[in-house]
T-cell receptor, first 112, second 111 residues
Framework: DGGITQSPKYLFRKEGQNVTLSCEQN?????MYWYRQDPGQGLRLIYYSQIVNDFQKGDIAEGYSVSREKKESFPLTVTSAQKNPTAFYLCASSSDGKTGAFFGQGTRLTVV | QKEVEQNSGPLSVPEGAIASLNCTYS??????FFWYRQYSGKSPELIMFIYSNGDKEDGRFTAQLNKASQYVSLLIRDSQPSDSATYLC???????????FGRGTSLIVHP
């Protein structure tokens, strides 16, 4: 089945730790995105990538890093510099943006 | 700053009624418009997209676009309790890959 897979579904992090969220797609989409969703805040763009080995910062990139070494994969690292990382993280992909972005199931990150 | 505005709701409608969800946007260069449905605790699911002025129908859903007035709406006919969710409007500027999302409208369909 074609789709976007995020893992893990739930993640707990101790303060001061870096964690990496996985996102894999087999839709052959060029564009991939990472969003953060907080209650009442809507979706906020962290990073996006239009092609392999290229990515751009979104509105709230501070404290996050990404890589795009393969077309299928766009992992997100939440670093210790991110002061308020507890949130619902959504990865999405799109062929060209015009027909819409498709989301993975999301990763719920909690700092303990 | 591109803005996409939605009434947060909740919008409450009885089962079988028509639910009307509205969205306005600020960027006149916007070319593509999307509606997503998001159930509580789940990720957004694309319902429809529309490019041209007028109506686009898909089953019980109709998207309406008016570029001159800069609004897009979603009508849900014969609303069912299973339609209860948050509906997100998203707008894409021409030449861009990045949609701008509204904060969503909560819809409650009561039996």
């Amino acid at each position: 089945d074609g789709g976007i897979t995020q893992s893990p579904k739930y993640l707990f992090r101790k303060e001061g730790q870096n964690v990496t969220l996985s996102c894999e797609q087999n839709l052959n989409h060029d564009a991939m995105y990472w969003y953060r969703q907080d209650p009442g805040q809507g979706l906020r763009l962290i990073y996006y990538s239009q092609i392999v080995n290229d990515f751009q910062k979104g509105d709230i990139a501070e404290g996050y890093s990404v890589s795009r070494e393969k077309k299928e994969s766009f992992p997100l690292t939440v670093t210790s510099a991110q002061k308020n990382p507890t949130a619902f993280y959504l990865c999405a992909s799109s062929s060209d943006g015009k027909t819409g972005a498709f989301f993975g199931q999301g990763t719920r990150l909690t700092v303990v | 700053q591109k803005e996409v505005e939605q009434n947060s709701g909740p919008l409450s409608v009885p089962e079988g009624a028509i639910a009307s969800l509205n969205c306005t946007y600020s960027d006149r260069g916007s070319q593509s418009f999307f509606w997503y449905r998001q159930y509580s605790g789940k990720s957004p699911e694309l319902i429809m997209f529309i490019y041209s002025n007028g109506d686009k129908e898909d089953g019980r859903f109709t998207a309406q676009l008016n570029k001159a007035s800069q609004y897009v709406s979603l009508l849900i006919r014969d609303s069912q309790p299973s339609d209860s969710a948050t509906y997100l409007c998203a707008v894409l500027e021409g030449g861009s890959y990045i949609p701008t999302f509204g904060r969503g409208t909560s819809l409650i369909v009561h039996p």
